[in-house]
């Protein structure tokens, strides 16, 4: 049994029970079934956070995004962000509601009920998310309904940030309802501190066996 | 003699192995526990080393977790598999189900649910 | 207002317009038998992780309909509060039935709109199908005809190939009319004109160049074969009885053709050049004609 597991291992599985929480919510609310793609966990200082989410930004969604983002500075503090690229979000959105919209709209205008979807969904994948985290860390995280934005052009600096948070832990995963893929990406920044205040809770909990 | 009851243990986390690992050991005696790290590993140590239990993740790189346990049913139709997976969608559950599994556990894992395995594998074990 | 159990505490006065129950019936119940749309797996799992995290959660009216009434669509809104020492659940539900019809109504507006541009491109069709076709017999006419010609003519210079121009002449016309009638002599030509069109290739232009006249474009003509099979085609049908409205008429055509470069440089050269020999043809036809009749 290899004893060298990684800090990233660790928040890898914590954060594929989150997702897996949130798909199985999202699928019990659309009536749809969602694939799930394991989630990739990286930790990383801003610097080399910043450079991998503009690859994302540039490859994935191609410049513009829809950021769902919340705040927690209640014991642990942070930001997380949930960046989906805009020009699929029509579609997703569509799925989630059962539509299909036949005009050609265009894919930076979204309706107050398109960003009220959204709001949703971020809420089940963060609440999901950083639930799992702060369940099994038994350490309490605050925070309110996500900020929806829609950002062209956007750039990694929106996102990371590197005067409060000196760490970026960066997911990467994909929804896939019905044959379409929607592959996005969660950016937490985290002090130094709250990090290791939750990697020495999950140290304890698991070695003591 | 002692009989030992082997586990094989398929999870692509190592961390995730570890504690299922922990909790196992914990509770039951006399197990040989092996481990494979994605879901074709799986497959062939399952072939190789024949386990009494097998545990399965479904989320899983290379050969997904359901994947793995129909190949395996198809080689031995008895073969005992307890999912462990964080992919808890009601669909996912009634598609593992029908395939014949011992057990649906939700991850994260925990006292009650660990306790709920070894039961199972308890019995299993007192049978041979 | 409900207790973590689920149980009705505070139902206000929008809670019972937007329901159509009064605070009296739903106090005590549980809130997921009072709005059964709640009565699913996605609540509950909100209410359990709401009541021991206190985060906030939210449901919107695209994703869930029917929250409360059939005709209203409502966000909800979950927080945890704090009441007399004691944690109570609100949900607060937001009507913006509003934006989804408003959101309704600019679709409308947009398909129609969208229809609309759709019957404009239609009749730009076809005014620029007036414009460049014969309104009678739905072959080209003058104006489409000049724009091939030009081009055919600069290809054939370039290619070094031929362009033949055929000039056909409706020989009776003006006793058809005189006859049978305008009508008659109109849907005669029309039946010319799809003969003529029937029997030339794709890219050859058959145009109405006159009141019993056409002018047909033949363009990559690279052996005097290639011309031939079209004159086979059309010879089979250059004399002829026709039946239309009930009259057994007898029509016959007289054409001639030019080629570029052998019998002019320009299009008008080709164009009098077939001229002429349209003409030829003609007098040899009356000439046949009166020998058949001598016979």
Known sequence: MADNISREDILTELFNVGVGQAASTLSDIIDKRIGLTIPNVRILDAAKGKIELNKYLLNVAEG?????????????????????????????????LHETRDEFENSLEFTDIDFDTIKEIGNIVINSIIGELSNTVNIPVEYTLPDIDVLNDANAEHFVDCEDYRLVLMMFLAFDIEGTEIAGAIVINMTLNSLDDILNKIDKLYNGR | MVFLTKILIVDDSKFSQKITYSFLNQYLKNIEFVFANDGQEGLEKFTETQPDFMIVDLLMPKLRGQDLIEKVKQIERDANVIVLSADVQNRVRDV??????????????????????????????RGR | MITEDLEITYWNPFMERLSGKKSGETLGKKVDQVLPALERPFFYSAVERLTSGGNPVFFSAAMHRKLVSPDHRVNLKM???????????????????????????????????????????????????????????????????????????????????????????????????????????????????????????????????????????????????????????IEVNKKRHIVQDGYDIWLSLSIGISFYPDDGATIGDLIEKADEYMYFNKHQLRAQQKDMFSE
């Open chain 2, 96 to 125: 593992v189900e029908k395939m014949g599994v011992l057990s649906f556990i939700n991850k994260p894992l925990d006292e009650k649910k660990a306790k709920e395995i070894c039961d199972i594998i308890g019995t299993g074990s």
């Open chain 3, 79 to 233: 927080n945890r509060v704090m009441l007399e020492g004691r944690s109570a659940l609100l949900l607060e539900f937001i009507d913006v039935t509003n934006q989804f019809q408003r959101i309704s109504q600019l679709r409308d507006y947009v398909s129609q709109l969208s229809h609309l541009n759709n019957q404009l491109k239609q009749k730009e069709k076809v005014i620029e199908k007036l414009a460049y076709y014969d309104k009678l017999t739905g072959v080209a006419n003058r104006a489409l005809f000049d724009k091939f010609a030009d081009k055919y003519l600069s290809m054939a210079r370039e290619h070094g190939t031929m362009l033949g121009l055929m000039f056909v002449d409706v020989n009776e016309f003006k006793l058809i009319n005189d006859t049978y009638g305008h009508n008659t002599g109109d849907k005669v030509m029309t039946r010319v004109a799809s003969l003529l069109t029937e029997s030339t290739r794709k890219n050859d232009i058959v145009c109405r160049y006159g009141g019993d006249e056409f002018l047909v474009l033949l363009p990559d003509i690279r052996t005097v074969r290639d011309y031939q099979a079209i004159a086979e085609r």
């Open chain 1, 64 to 96: 513009a995004v829809m950021v769902s983002s919340i705040s927690f500075d209640s014991q642990l503090e942070g930001k997380v962000s949930l960046l989906f690229p805009a020009d699929k979000m029509h579609h997703f959105i569509d799925l989630c």
